[in-house]
């Protein structure tokens, strides 16, 4: 197997826009109040937690965005509607479905669900039609 070269300008830009949109997704504007009154937090670490989060956040955003990199190349996705379907898939089989046995298990609202899986249906939506382009 050969190593594939990447779009390293891509993937950071991907990265970024990812977390750009939570930033947006769990703000006030749009979805934070939703999110914030659907988990416990402990005033005192919010702080400390927000950093931490920021970071590993980013990390993971360059994770998943290496990796959509890829399967765009690999499954050889060009247009619209082949990105929006490869976007969909993705989200449904490795966020929906796993999401979804969890929250039932550690009975998680609803509302928190859809705010959480949502965020993660728009950003991949975004970072393949981002990538997309950039490749």
């Given at each position: 197997m050969?190593?594939?070269?990447?779009?390293?300008?891509?993937?950071?830009?991907?990265?970024?826009?990812?977390?750009?949109?939570?930033?947006?997704?769990?703000?006030?504007?749009f979805f934070g109040g939703v999110w914030k009154s659907a988990?416990?937090?402990?005033?005192?670490?919010?702080?400390?937690?927000m950093i931490r989060s920021i970071?590993?956040?980013?990390?993971?955003?360059?994770?998943?965005s290496f990796v959509l990199l890829h399967v765009i190349v690999?499954?050889?996705?060009e247009g619209?509607?082949?990105?929006?379907?490869?976007s969909f898939g993705l989200w449904a089989g490795f966020i929906f479905a796993p999401f979804s046995a969890?929250?039932?298990?550690?009975?998680?609202p609803v509302k928190l669900f859809a705010v959480n899986t949502g965020y993660w249906l728009v950003a991949i939506l975004a970072s393949c039609l981002l990538l997309?382009?950039?490749v």
């Amino acid at each position: 197997m050969t190593m594939l070269h990447f779009n390293h300008t891509a993937v950071l830009a991907s990265a970024l826009l990812q977390w750009l949109i939570a930033l947006l997704w769990y703000s006030p504007i749009f979805f934070g109040g939703v999110w914030k009154s659907a988990i416990d937090l402990p005033a005192e670490s919010r702080m400390t937690r927000m950093i931490r989060s920021i970071i590993v956040a980013l990390i993971g955003n360059l994770l998943v965005s290496f990796v959509l990199l890829h399967v765009i190349v690999w499954a050889d996705v060009e247009g619209l509607r082949r990105t929006v379907l490869l976007s969909f898939g993705l989200w449904a089989g490795f966020i929906f479905a796993p999401f979804s046995a969890q929250y039932i298990y550690e009975n998680r609202p609803v509302k928190l669900f859809a705010v959480n899986t949502g965020y993660w249906l728009v950003a991949i939506l975004a970072s393949c039609l981002l990538l997309i382009h950039m490749v």
